[in-house]
């Protein structure tokens, strides 16, 4: 966790912390068996349907990622 938490302090903007902490939160909810994480369920996912439902869910959510390389 000290590794995650220095390479998002140090290598990443605010916004790029907020998305890549929603991104972890569901993973370091389930590791520990207390946790400040609230509010997320584990959902089973394919690895060929992810980028799908990923995309889906943050146009669901009003999401949108901009700056990426195409």
């Known amino acids: 966790m000290a590794k995650i938490r220095d ?6 903007n605010a916004e790029e ?3 890549f902490a929603a991104l972890l939160a569901p993973g370091v909810a389930q590791a520990y068996d207390e946790t ?19 995309a ?3 146009r ?7 700056g990426l390389d195409p």
């Open 56 to 58: 889906r869910a943050l």
């Open 7 to 12: 390479f998002a302090t140090q290598q990443l």
């Open 60 to 66: 669901q959510a009003r999401i949108r990622v901009t």
């Open 17 to 19: 912390r907020t998305l």
């Open 36 to 54: 400040e994480v609230a509010g997320f369920t584990m959902v089973e996912w394919s690895s060929g349907d992810f980028p799908d439902d990923l």
